[in-house]
């Protein structure tokens, strides 16, 4: 089924990608039909396995908790793969970044740590590049600091703590890159000098 599917994705993403140069052509990497492993990513990208999986989570029903949290591990190891994988997703007619934007806003809303874990590891590999870009739609409505204290917000009977406890170091390293372009920063230090936005 799409479990699965997203499962054998996630794993191919996964391959090492370690001899692997950016400039070279997807088309080059199959011979006689048959795929290096070392080059997966670049396979997907000649797929729709990239909107197939942006796809399953742009409903804003998430019904399937299960096969969401594999999908956003999907895209968080295509994401990271390569620069030309980053530019794929963010290329998307759907756009993967909003997607898991509104995937956290769900996940924070109905305390799914799976899930927000997940989405914020996909997102920071998205990040490297375009921190900018959204940095509005992490502020409005406050997704980062909704995460960075996310284990003191859930309910203390919560069995999944440490999941909560994994989102929010998801969350800090989502403001380390963040913090390492400088126009974020400025950006950021202009947003806590408004007296409005103060936490």
């Not at 070279?24 to 039909?33: A, C, K, R, T, V």
């Not at 284990?151 to 390293?173: G, I, M, Y």
């Amino acid at each position: 089924g799409r479990l699965d599917a997203a499962k054998v994705i996630t794993n191919l993403a996964a391959s090492d990608n370690s001899s692997k140069k950016e400039d070279e052509d997807p088309d080059d990497l199959i011979y006689g039909g048959t795929a290096k492993m070392k080059d997966w990513c670049c396979i997907l990208l000649k797929s729709n396995a990239l909107s197939a999986l942006v796809k399953v989570l742009s409903t804003s029903n998430i019904s399937d908790i299960t096969l969401c949290e594999q999908c956003c591990w999907a895209l968080a190891n295509i994401a990271g793969d390569s620069y030309r994988c980053r530019t794929a997703l963010l290329e998307l007619p759907e756009n993967a970044m909003s997607i898991l934007l509104n995937v956290l806003q769900i996940g924070i809303a109905h305390q799914f740590a799976g899930l927000c874990r997940n989405a914020t590891w996909a997102c920071n590999n998205l990040l490297r590049e375009t921190a900018v870009q959204f940095l509005p739609n992490l502020l409005h409505p406050p997704i980062i600091v909704h995460l960075m204290l996310a284990p003191k917000l859930v309910s203390s009977s919560t069995d999944n703590l440490q999941q909560w406890n994994e989102v929010a170091v998801e969350a800090s390293w989502m403001l380390f890159f963040l913090t390492s372009n400088e126009d974020a920063v400025q950006y950021l230090c202009d947003y806590q000098n408004n007296d409005d936005n103060s936490y």
